[in-house]
Structure formats: C-alpha cells, structure tokens
C-alpha cells in the first residue's frame, strides 16, 4: 500500500507547505481537486516572493538593473515553455491570463479573419466551457456554425462522426480538448490532427488538462495552436499560454492593443511589435510568469514520463477501489491508459454537493458539479458528478480515506 | 458538520418531495438556477383574492436545495402573496433547521427563496403594475 512505483510522493509533499494544514480543525487536507488547480510548491512561492522582495520592476523597457533582471527572468520562462512542450521558437510562445483567454485570442484574432459565414467549427461534447463559447459568440457574429463531434457511452469520441465531419470543406477550424476535464478521456490527437490537416484545417488544442500531466510536444503532434495554464502545473494563478505555430502567428492580427506590443506610435499609424509582443498589450503578469518558471524547473526535475506513469498507477488504484463501493456509477473510459488522473462519478441518489459537504467533512477536497462542461453533461443526461482528479502528491492512503469518505456518505444517506 | 445537515426530515423532504409538479393553471411560473452547482428550481403560484392558493415546484439538484424548496411550498401555502417579501435568509434556514451552513451551500438553500420572490414580483408587474415598484422595493433581500 505505501509502495509508490513512479514517484517519490512522500518526498514531494515535503516541498507543498499546504499539505500540512488541517481542515474542519483537525482533519489533514486530502487535496483531490487537482483539475480545477494544483497546490504549488516552495519554490514556486519564493521565486515570487523573490522578485517582489529584490528586483521588483516593469519588464522590456526600463535599462536600469533591476528591470533587466526581471526581464531576463520573465523570458527566461518563456525559453522554459517553449523547451518543454518542444515548440520551435520562443516567438511562438504567447503569455495570457488563462488558457481561455489563449482561446479567446484566437477566436478575436484568427477567427475573425479566417471564419465567414456557414463556415464550420469542428468542437466535441467533451469541451469545457472555455472551448465551446468562445467559438458560439465567433458563430453568432459571422453567421458560422458550431459542430460538435459526438462522444460515446464509453467516453471516446465518435472518430467515424469526426471524419465524416471534415470532409465538408465549410470546415474552418477543429478546436479539441486533447484531455476531457470531466471524464478524463484523452483523445487519439496525433490521429485527429492528421485527419484535418489531410484536409487543410488548423487544429487547436485545448492542453489545459494534458500539458500538466504527461510529455507533449507540439512539432510531433503538429498541432498549429495549443493552449494551457500554469495554475494547473504547479504554477500561479494568472498565467495561460498560446502556443502558435510561427507561419500562422505572422499572418495574426494583434488582439489586445497597447502599450509594450508596439514598436511606433503616430497619431494615424501604427507599427506593431514584434512576435510574440504583438499579441501581449499592456504589463504582462511579471511576477507569476517568473514562478511558473520555477513550476517548469520542478517538473522537468521530477520527469514527466514519471509523472504520468505515478497517475496511471493511483487512478487504476482508485478505479479498482471505488467499484467495490456500492450504488457508484463511474464515468468515462475503464482502461487507464486511455484516460488522465481524473475521475468522475455518482453515487445512488446524493447529489454531487451533498457528497463534497459530507467529504470535506473528512478533510477531503474533491469537485462537484457541471465542471463547466454542460454539453457533457446533457449528454450523460446528469444534472452533475463528483470529481476527484489526482497529481504528483497524492498517494495511495489518501484513495483510501477518500473510499472510507464515501461509504460514510452512503451510511447517511441509508444507502 | 454533515450529521446535522443530513437528517431525516432533509433526506425525507428531498426523496419525498411535497407539492412538487406541474401547475397547469398558474398564474405565474418563474425559474432560476444556481450557476455553482447547477441546481434548478420552478416555482408556479395560483393566487387567489391575494392569497397563494395553490404552489408547486420543479427542479433538480442537491438535498438542501430541493427539501429546502418542499419546505418553502409547505410554509407560504394558503399565506398571504404579500408575505412573502418578508421572508428572508433566517426564515429558510430556520425553516429547514440548517443555521449553519457554510456560504457556498447557503445559496442551495436560499435558491428557492429567490425564485419564490422574483414569482411575486412577476405576479405584480402583470396584474397590478401600480403596486408592483414598491412591493419589490419593499422585498426583503435574501
């Protein structure tokens, strides 16, 4: 049971301060909502601790030391992004505030120069919220039409649907989760990406549950836009990404303008920055990018083949010991090898909420409710589920007390 | 703790809802949802000389939410429409004996109060405009 196979999880926690607080006075926190955020380690917390206390300033513009600084750190990130999701260029490396407003960007600026009316965007019913309204309000405007790829009872997606899909050539773009926030399914993305680029269509990747859990990189997947955030990484909060490949991003026009993606200013003309400036107007998130650094320093010590592998071992764990529960319904693919470090349910007739008040009553934190995936959830015809979703500190004793949670729930319901 | 939320006149009102269904002749229905956790609730009233004659609910969601809603129906049936802009938060949670939820499951409990109240001022604003500014100025916060 304490046998760990790919991680030195109790080394680990040492380095995550809050794993040591108690909930409810004095049940130690069992933090198993790791889809909605990751906890951040020391190092995280002092690299911004580190700039606020000794080089504090603006980062591209002022030449005294300490804006130097920052900007050598502050990009310093950006070759650490750009190292690992394998991109080719830092110029092709974006900073947002989250991975929705990455996806935002590139409905605002590649989608209101490329979409046209009954033009079609390919999206499926796995998508988070982040990755369905944008597209709505783009198709609103320009009189386009969303598409949503089906998804099975198994939680794959319905690949013969897809195909068929793309071969109308109103097709525009394919905007996909690689990873379901919901149901964990990880999608066939190299295959998807294939398929539409057979057909000359850009595929976007929505990376925010898979970039933090499992090796990627994006000239192998070929994917032309990617997006992800570092809040979910063991990063700040406050930090998304854009990843655009370089032919694409040159033909982009700015989405945010002001200050700092500039190059010249008239009183009627403009000369724009350039890449990746041009797509950041205004003061970046200096002091989180500079923590994410750190973030990205703390995974690559750990290996993120590792981290993957000690996720495929604890949500098999979890799989095997939650069917033993009587009443529970589990969601999405049963091979954990299809599936990341997520893992949705129901049991009997408590509601979602019900069952999150009952298990933080045993310091057990896990997520209940639509997860921003409304489309999913008509299609599981569940008003919500429960969720645990799992990362490099949980272990095997904290499935436990959360298998022992939720038996205590199913006492108080009579179940 | 959840020993005290869970208890048997909760479980009892959410498995066994009263006054739940349809209302074919309402006077007025109005439906809210929660955006946290997705709960639903309807509320469809038939008033009669300025008393809630007859109440039902539709919804879905957690246990608070919805034996809250039972509980709501059982409480104003055959009151006074006017009364009820006088309910306020203490009211539900005295009702449904949960003084201390925490403020997340607070609005499961409060939803139906919400809905209850935007139905009476809808009922105004259709039959008696005159009164209705100062009825919803007059509605207790919730």
């Known amino acids: 049971m304490l046998q760990e196979s790919a991680l030195d999880v109790f080394k680990i926690r040492e380095d995550f301060p809050i794993l040591k607080r108690k909930i409810n006075g004095n049940k130690t926190l069992v933090y198993l909502d790791n889809a909605a955020t990751t906890q951040k380690p020391i190092s995280v917390i002092n690299a911004i601790v580190d700039y606020y206390t000794n080089y504090n300033s603006n980062v591209h513009r002022a030449v005294h030391q300490m ?6 750190a502050f990009e310093m990130t950006r070759q650490k992004v750009a190292k690992f999701i394998n991109a080719s260029s830092t110029d092709e490396i974006i900073f947002t ?39 709505q309000i783009l198709a609103q405007e320009k009189g386009a039409v969303v598409k949503y ?36 399914t990880i999608v066939p993305i190299e295959k998807i990406i294939n398929k539409a680029h057979s057909k000359g269509i850009p595929v976007l990747v929505d990376g925010a549950q898979s970039v933090p859990h499992m090796p990627i990189d994006v000239q192998r997947m070929n994917c032309d836009f990617m997006v992800f955030s570092a809040h979910k990484m063991l990063g700040p909060t406050g930090v998304g990404i854009l990843y655009v490949k370089r032919e694409i991003l040159d033909k982009m026009k700015p989405f945010i303008g002001g200050g700092d993606m500039i190059k010249e200013v008239r009183k009627h003309d403009i000369r724009y920055n350039d890449l990746p400036y041009r797509f950041e107007g ?28 000690h996720e495929i071992d604890i949500t098999s764990y979890a799989i095997k ?30 509601h979602p909420h019900d069952l999150a008040t009952i298990m933080n009553d045993h310091g057990v934190a896990i997520r209940s409710g639509h997860h921003c995936a409304q489309i999913l959830m008509e299609r599981l015809d569940v008003s919500a589920t429960s969720r645990t979703s799992f990362y490099i500190y949980n272990t095997k004793e904290e499935v436990d007390i959360f298998i022992d949670a939720l038996n205590q729930a199913r006492r108080l319901f009579k179940i | 703790m959840s020993d005290d939320i869970y208890r048997e006149i909760i479980l009892d009102h959410y498995r066994n809802p009263r006054n739940k269904g349809k209302l074919p002749q309402a006077d007025v229905s109005t439906h809210d949802s929660n955006p946290l956790c997705g709960d639903e609730i309807d509320i469809h009233l038939k008033v009669e000389q300025g008393k809630i004659k007859d109440i039902k609910f539709e919804g879905r969601g957690c246990a608070i939410s919805q034996a809250s809603a039972s509980m709501l129906t059982e409480m104003v049936l055959d009151k006074p429409l006017t009364a009820v802009k006088d309910l306020a938060k203490d009211d539900i949670l005295e009702n449904i004996g949960l003084m201390n939820l925490g403020p997340a499951r607070i609005k499961c409990a409060l939803l139906s109060l919400k809905v209850l109240k935007m139905g009476m001022i809808n009922y105004y604003i259709d039959k008696d405009p005159d009164s209705a500014k100062k009825i919803q100025d007059e509605s207790k916060l919730y």
Not at chain 1, 67 to 72: F, G, M, V
Not at chain 1, 151 to 161: F, H, I, S, W
Not at chain 1, 287 to 305: H, R
Request: hydrophobic fraction near 35%; proline fraction near 3%; glycine fraction near 8%.
């Open chain 1, 282 to 309: 205004g003061t970046p998130n200096i002091a989180d990018v500079i923590g994410f650094g750190s973030a990205i320093d703390y995974l690559n010590k750990i290996g993120m083949d590792k981290v993957r592998e």
């Open chain 1, 67 to 72: 804006a130097e600084e920052a900007t050598l």
């Open chain 1, 149 to 184: 790829i089906r998804v099975n009872n198994d939680g794959y997606l319905d690949m013969t649907a897809y195909e068929e899909f793309i071969q109308s050539n109103k097709v525009k773009l394919v905007s996909i989760s690689h990873m379901s926030n919901v149901l964990g």
């Open chain 1, 321 to 350: 010991s939650i069917m033993d529960v009587r009443g529970v319904t589990v969601y999405g693919p049963s091979n954990p090898k299809h599936r990341g470090g997520v893992l949705s349910f129901n049991i009997s007739d408590i």
């Open chain 1, 97 to 135: 505030r989250n991975a929705t407003e990455a996806i935002n960007l590139v409905s605002y600026s590649w989608g209101r120069s490329n979409i046209n009316k009954n033009d079609k965007i390919v999206i499926t019913e796995i998508e988070h919220h982040s990755n369905i309204v944008p597209w």
